[in-house]
């Protein structure tokens, strides 16, 4: 069992960054491949970024490949997604979630915890 509790939210301006952490409870964390998604009003959940358990191989979305970085740190159970350049279509609910596997993957369905959530809002 893995408990997520994201922070790092909030509202800024176009162009601006911000930095999501997402800190995971349970021993099994390091043996866990982990996720960003996100949700903005009216649609559906989608992929932003996912991590290997080590950490040495990453994927993103292609709306935010270049502006996007995610990254864990196994020794303190987090997992963090910082966001620069960031665009009025980057508004949303971020989630991070974590699956009972040591390999990335960019589809919800494969995660088996998941965050309650931050909202993300980005004025233009």
């Known amino acids: 069992q893995v408990r997520l509790v994201e922070s790092g939210g909030g509202l800024v301006q176009a162009g601006g960054s911000l930095r999501l952490s997402c800190a995971a409870s349970g021993r099994t964390f390091a043996r866990t491949a982990a996720g960003w998604f996100r949700q903005a009003p009216g649609k559906e959940r989608e992929f932003v970024a996912t991590i290997n358990w080590l950490g040495g191989t990453t994927d993103y979305a292609d709306d935010v490949k270049g502006r996007f970085t995610i990254s864990r740190d196994n020794a303190k159970n987090t997992l963090d997604l910082q966001m620069n350049s960031l665009k009025p279509e980057d508004t949303a609910v971020y989630y991070c979630?974590?699956?009972?596997?040591?390999?990335?993957?960019?589809?919800?369905?494969?995660?088996?915890?998941w965050g309650q959530g931050t909202q993300v809002t980005v004025s233009s």
């Open positions: 979630a974590v699956r009972s596997s040591l390999l990335r993957s960019s589809s919800s369905g494969d995660y088996n915890f």
